[in-house]
């Protein structure tokens, strides 16, 4: 029988190549998860499905959102707004679920400054020849652009060492998956104790 576990918000991040979306999508798969669809003002991309890929919207409804304190993070990127909404947070929690969300590291660092009952995660890979090898497999990134990548990733694991509760090595995706998922678990279960003992947990709407 499955342990009936209070509702989490789990942060993934890491650096391009790393394989963050293989894992979410493998923790999706173990049951108990659900994946955050952030809100966006740039406009879809060939093939991207509206409520899947992003939720695709104006200007002026993101401000909206954003001036009613109901975004948990938001970032501007190259002249448009991404953030992530809290109604489905509210009702994730509610229905006692671990709710997934994918972000860099400065929505990381959001999210750990407002103090939700949450667990952020850092996947780092097993060495930088490694990730080198990864963003040239995808071949998707001039030599300049991979560059850049490295730089950046060198920053965030800089940054996440001292904001993320766990830096995970993706060298086998098996155990990286198994690992990620037990951290989980174990916050979920120090949450119990918590409410157990009397404990209040933070809401969503309790945080500014």
Not at 135 to 156: H, I, N, P, V
Request: with cysteine.
């Amino acid at each position: 029988m499955a342990e009936d576990l209070p509702g989490i918000l789990v942060v993934l991040s890491g650096p391009m190549g790393v394989g963050k979306t293989t894992v979410a999508n493998r923790l999706l798969e173990i049951g108990g998860y659900e994946r955050s669809v952030s809100v966006t003002t740039r406009a879809p991309r060939e093939g991207e499905v509206d409520g899947e890929d992003y939720h695709f919207i104006s200007v002026e409804e993101f401000e909206k959102l954003r001036d009613a304190n109901e975004l948990i993070e938001h970032a501007q990127v190259v002249g448009n707004w991404y953030g992530t909404p809290k109604q489905p947070l509210r009702e994730a929690l509610k229905a006692r679920k671990a709710y997934l969300l994918v972000i860099d590291v400065a929505g990381g660092e959001q999210v750990r400054g407002k103090g939700y009952n949450s667990e952020l995660v850092f996947l780092a890979p097993p060495s930088k020849e490694e990730l080198v090898a990864r963003l040239e497999g995808r071949g998707t990134e001039s030599q300049k652009q991979q560059t850049m990548r490295l730089q950046r990733a060198d920053m965030e694991m800089e940054k996440a060492s001292e904001i993320y509760n766990h830096i995970v090595v993706n060298k086998d995706l098996d155990t990286c998956v198994e690992e990620v998922h037990e951290l989980v678990l174990a916050a979920r279960r120090k949450l119990k104790e918590k409410q157990d003992a009397g404990g209040s947990l933070v809401a969503p709407d309790q945080q500014h």
